[in-house]
């Protein structure tokens, strides 16, 4: 099964920052910037809910909750994207999951998901 792989998750207080980062998987190397890479997250009970995405070409979308916190980047020679997470909340807590999707086709690829906690 092919799969995004996430690091980055972990604990942190409220107001601090952490970096998530993923890596896609070699079958879509040669075709990496044709995918849209985001990163989602999911609460019990709730749907997974978009965080931010970034076309190849840098241009990014952000969900309003998040925009002027997170920042979420790309780096095409290495096939990763990163989210930048800063001011963090506690509503914040959450699994985070990367998401590689090629649009106009069913290709959509998603990590195991990292947990990150906002606690005090």
């Known amino acids: 099964q092919v799969q995004l792989v996430e690091s980055g998750g972990g604990l942190v207080q409220p107001g601090g920052s952490l970096r998530l980062s993923c890596k896609a998987p070699?079958?879509?190397?040669?075709?990496?910037?044709?995918?849209?890479m985001g990163w989602y997250r999911q609460t019990p009970g709730n749907q997974r809910e978009l965080v931010a995405s970034?076309?190849?070409?840098?241009?990014?979308v952000y969900a309003d909750s998040m925009r002027g916190r997170f920042t979420i980047s790309r780096d095409n020679s290495k096939k990763a994207v990163h989210l930048q997470m800063t001011s963090l909340k506690r509503e914040d807590t959450a699994i985070y999951y990367c998401?590689?999707?090629?649009?106009?086709?069913?290709?959509?690829?998603w990590g195991q998901g990292t947990q990150v906690t906002v606690s005090s």
């Open positions: 998401n590689a999707d090629q649009p106009s086709t069913t290709r959509t690829y």
């Open positions: 070699r079958t879509i190397f040669s075709v990496y910037t044709t995918y849209v």
């Open positions: 970034i076309a190849s070409d840098g241009s990014a």
